[in-house]
């Protein structure tokens, strides 16, 4: 073992190492890959994030989400295998992006409401791109055309509930959090009981809760984009001096094999580290290139996430006992579905393109904040209560199959 972790440590040195003759090596590259990163982080992730983040804060100290917790876990337990507070994860999580829900789940196995594969489970389908991003930097700024949003959510969010559907049999020999509401009476009543009860077990005043949400929230979004730049210099870098080559070529080779054009090959190198530069590469790929592979590799970097989320992640779960290889794992897979998705239904969802622009707001590339807020609320609200939607739409239809199953002979 000690082995083992010496030799990790002096790989990562050796890494470090390289990288910082890389930078002596093309100080100019660094730094505008430098720029470039604190520009994304500030018109695109602080407006985005740093919202949600303050009101998770103050959900979760209120206690509306221990709230949902006990309304939806009836819903959640038997679809998801994952409690009912995780429903309310992965509402925040659609609506206001990576990396939400894992602050929201690291939070919730702080307060010991869900156990390590619960987590796992949790995390591994409520990171997902927020539709603020989906459809305003990506659809319009980086695709110039709102018509394609329905294709890439279509696609990311699927994606997200096959995940979820294949994560429910990850740990399927672990204990599962039990109810925290034992008391009977209608669950409307319950769920207001353990509302006040998160209350008052949390015991801040509102001004203190308020003030402690927007400084841990600061601190996170500072963390937040010291990885967006970190990544976005350590790709520039690395690619200025050659190392990427070998990975060209992989990649390229792996495109063609599957049948998608060569030339995105870009565009999924630097979507590996960072989502915006490889979605806004997929975006600005020669216009000779078929959209459908184009969109494809979009919502293949979406899903993804990119090793600049996946470090935000793994940052935010640092104090649990949460793993990293079965998000890993989920990422992957989840880009490759998303993929798979945009292919299979390109040419179905033709029909709906040409109307559909006019029922997105409108973004402006040259005021990115103010269309980011404008875009933020409504889209957001739809988002979650199409979520919640969701989510009662797969209960009714597992009871109704439980319900036949049991009609026909077949025991639980």
């Known amino acids: 073992m000690q082995k083992r972790n010496f030799t990790g440590v002096l790989l990562m040195a050796f890494a470090v190492i390289a ?8 100080p100019h590259d660094g730094l505008q890959a430098a720029l470039r990163g604190v520009s994304i982080w500030w018109d695109v992730l602080f407006p985005a994030l740093f919202p949600f983040f303050v009101i998770s804060e103050i959900l979760l100290g209120f206690g509306i989400v221990h709230f949902f917790g ?10 998801f295998r994952i ?31 869900v156990n390590r594969e619960e987590g796992e489970r949790l995390v591994a389908f409520t990171t997902s791109s927020d539709p603020i991003f989906l459809i305003g930097a990506v659809s319009i700024g980086f695709f110039h055309d709102a018509s394609l949003a329905i294709i890439l959510a279509t696609a990311h969010y699927g994606g997200s509930l096959l995940i979820g559907f294949m994560m429910r049999f990850h740990g399927r020999k672990s204990v599962p959090t039990p109810q925290k ?43 937040v984009g010291g990885l967006v730049v ?29 049948g998608l054009p060569h030339e995105l090959s870009q565009a999924v190198i630097n979507g590996l580290f960072e989502v915006t530069l490889g979605a806004k590469a997929a975006g600005n790929a020669p216009d000779a290139l078929a959209l459908s592979s184009k969109v494809a590799i979009g919502a293949f970097i979406l899903s993804w996430g990119g ?33 798979a998705i ?13 109307s559909q622009a006019t029922f997105f707001p409108q973004y402006e590339p040259t005021s990115p904040v103010l ?24 209960f009714t239809a597992y009871s109704l199959l439980k319900l036949v199953y049991e009609k026909v002979g077949g025991t639980r």
């Open 70 to 79: 006990t309304l939806l876990d009836p819903m959640m337990r038997p679809v």
């Open 307 to 339: 090793m600049s989320v996946h470090a935000q992640i793994v940052s935010l779960l640092s104090h649990t006992n949460l793993r990293y290889l079965p998000f890993l794992i989920a990422r992957l897979t989840h880009a490759l579905f998303s993929a």
């Open 19 to 26: 990288i910082i003759l890389c930078l002596f090596a093309f």
């Open 83 to 113: 409690p009912g507070i995780g429903g309310f994860v992965m509402a925040m999580g659609f609506a206001s992006g990576y990396p939400i829900g894992a602050k929201l789940t690291s939070q919730l196995w702080e307060q010991q409401l």
């Open 181 to 223: 509401s034992t008391s009977g009476g209608w669950i409307w009543k319950r769920a207001f009981e353990t509302m006040h009860t998160a209350r008052i077990h949390d015991g801040r005043s509102i001004g203190t809760l308020l003030s402690q949400s927007i400084l841990h929230s600061l601190n996170l979004m500072f963390v």
């Open 230 to 258: 970190f990544f976005s210099v350590v790709l520039e870098v690395l690619t200025s001096a050659q190392v990427m080559n070998v990975l060209y070529v992989l990649i390229s080779s792996i495109l063609q094999f599957i």
């Open 342 to 354: 945009v292919l299979v239904i390109w040419e179905p969802m033709q029909i709906f393109r040409g």
């Open 371 to 394: 269309s980011y807020l404008k875009l933020m609320l409504p889209v957001s609200g739809v988002v979650i209560l199409a979520s919640f939607t969701v989510i009662a739409g797969l």
